[in-house]
């Protein structure tokens, strides 16, 4: 069973073009996280998705940043307008469907790692 | 808001050293605790976890309690080796539908032989 998997594993982008980061979770996985983590910090959560819904955008900044995770195909996390301050790590983990009560592991992903220039 | 406190870092220590790395949260709830570890160029991966108060999560011979009384989840291992070296992070969630992780900011181990 595959793991998550990210690409591109590195992305160099200009100040001003836009970043579009790829996570496809582990098969039978059907919610997405996406985390971030500056230089020196811990990952910072953005944004929890299911097929078709956004659940929880409330660590999305307000602009620039979108995401989506269609019925087919991975999830996107894009980045439009890039500035320098967007340079980090971002890290996607996927968990199963299942029973509100139940803790389910989030399996992460190797990230990918966004250079801004 | 919830928080996850780690202690300062970085951490070196010799081969077959006693290691305690220091974790205290803050949360409005009952969280679940975590540790995950950080291989250099990798992804995170879950080291052990632990539900409820006094529960024990353990892994890999590393251990950490839950301890409601004090907030914390200290991560410990009686004899590190160097394939220990790494960032290990120190996170809180809820159960529930939405299982957003907070995190520490993260203590690298350098574990030198």
């Known amino acids: 069973n595959a793991g998550v998997m990210q690409n591109p594993r590195h992305l160099v982008r200009r100040r001003g073009q836009e970043a579009r980061l790829r996570c496809s979770p582990m098969?039978?996985?059907?919610?997405v996280y996406w985390y971030r983590q500056l230089p020196e910090e811990g990952l910072k959560f953005m944004v929890y998705l299911q097929k078709e819904n956004i659940i929880d955008e409330s660590g999305m900044p307000k602009e620039r940043f979108s995401a989506e995770f269609p019925k087919e195909g991975p999830s996107i996390l894009r980045i439009q307008q890039v500035v320098r301050g967007d340079s980090a790590a971002y890290f996607c983990?996927?968990?199963?469907?299942?029973?509100?009560?139940?803790?389910?592991?989030?399996?992460f992903g190797p990230g990918t790692r966004l250079t801004v220039t | 808001g919830d928080s996850v406190t780690q202690m300062e870092g970085p951490v070196t220590l010799s081969e077959e050293a006693f290691l305690t790395i220091n974790c205290t949260y803050t949360a409005t709830g009952y969280p679940s605790l975590f540790w995950y570890v950080q291989y250099p160029g990798e992804g995170l991966q879950l080291l052990l976890k632990?539900?409820?108060?006094?529960d024990k999560g353990s892994n890999k011979g590393f251990e950490a309690t839950y301890r409601k009384e004090t907030t914390s989840f200290h991560l410990e291992k009686g004899s590190v080796q160097v394939s220990d070296s790494a960032v290990y992070f120190c996170a809180l969630s809820y159960t529930g539908a939405n299982s957003k992780l907070t995190f520490g900011k993260g203590i690298t181990l350098s574990v030198r032989p």
């Open positions: 098969k039978g996985h059907s919610h």
């Open positions: 632990a539900t409820k108060a006094d």
């Open positions: 983990a996927s968990s199963p469907p299942g029973h509100s009560r139940v803790l389910y592991e989030q399996y």
